[in-house]
């Protein structure tokens, strides 16, 4: 059991955290601080934090593991804030969708304390945001990578382990340049496909009525849309090289179905529709991200 939970971040991955900790008897106390300090009065009222702090630093003073959930571009500005009351006995984690960059931020930030802090990604999250969505359920049964690099310290990485193990998550460890690769295809694409999606009908003069005949595969299909800009914009600014990488793939994929229609070749077109649908049919999500 730890003692105390520095909460830097108390919104919905944030909070969420802390009410599993607690639920799962894995802290005593949590103190949480968050840019705004209505958010920070608001999980203390809820039960989420235990005790408001006025700074990020001092919400680290006494903890022996911190949580950093804040956006992926404030990362660094984070962790110089924290980094005179780093020690090596803690341990420090993020919650961010990228792995390189907030390493690189660690790196810089962090200085001769990089080794408390292992890099982690949740598979795990919803379309709204704030703490008034927390929920200690939101990490049952979910899966979190872990990007320790050469400088992290191994008992750092086993409490790591073990902390997201006892929330019921299946613990995977990869490189941080892998995990953004592979992200980059499965997550960031996709939203940034949503995103376009959506703008790219509603700036037509008819786009209101269209979208009113929308179903549910168009809702299914773009539910990803609805959300929060500011997270999204980070995580497409920092995994550019990544995401746009794999924006080429997919306009190449897609290019080859529009020369199909534009050719009338059926056969070709089918081809590539049952190829995608033979993928799909056999894809299998892992049971721990259902």
Not at 49 to 65: F, K, M, Q, R, Y
Not at 79 to 99: C, E, Q
Not at 101 to 113: S, Y
Not at 230 to 247: G, K, T, Y
Request: net charge neutral.
């Amino acid at each position: 059991m730890f003692e105390q939970l520095g909460l830097i971040g108390c919104g919905l991955m944030g909070g969420s955290f802390a009410l599993a900790l607690k639920r799962a008897g894995l802290v005593k106390r949590v103190v949480g601080y968050s840019k705004s300090p209505s958010t920070t009065e608001r999980a203390r009222l809820m039960g989420v934090i235990d005790v408001e702090a006025p700074s990020a630093l001092l919400a680290v003073s006494g903890a022996d593991i911190v949580l950093i959930a804040v956006p992926v571009a404030a990362t660094e500005a984070t962790f110089k804030a924290i980094r005179h009351l780093v020690t090596p006995k803690m341990l420090i984690m993020d919650v961010g969708s990228t792995k390189r960059d907030v390493i690189d931020a660690g790196r810089r930030a962090l200085r001769e304390h990089v080794g408390s802090f292992v890099p982690a990604h949740p598979i795990a999250g919803r379309e709204v945001s704030g703490v008034e969505h927390a929920d200690a359920d939101l990490y049952n049964g979910k899966q979190v990578i872990l990007t320790p690099i050469e400088r992290t310290l191994p008992a750092q990485v086993q409490m790591a382990v073990d902390v997201w193990s006892g929330l019921g998550c299946r613990v995977v460890t990869m490189t941080p340049e892998a995990h953004d690769a592979a992200f980059a295809a499965v997550s960031h694409l996709p939203h940034l496909i949503s995103f376009a999606l959506m703008n790219a009908i509603a700036g037509q003069p008819n786009g209101k009525d269209y979208l009113s005949l929308a179903g549910p595969g168009f809702r299914d299909f773009t539910r990803i849309a609805a959300s929060d800009a500011q997270v999204w914009r980070d995580i497409m600014i920092s995994n550019r090289e990544e995401l746009l990488a794999q924006a080429k793939i997919f306009q190449r994929s897609l290019q080859a179905l529009e020369l199909m229609i534009s050719s009338g070749n059926a056969e070709a077109l089918e081809g590539l529709i049952d190829q995608a649908s033979l993928t799909r049919a056999n894809w299998t999500m892992s049971k721990n991200q259902k």
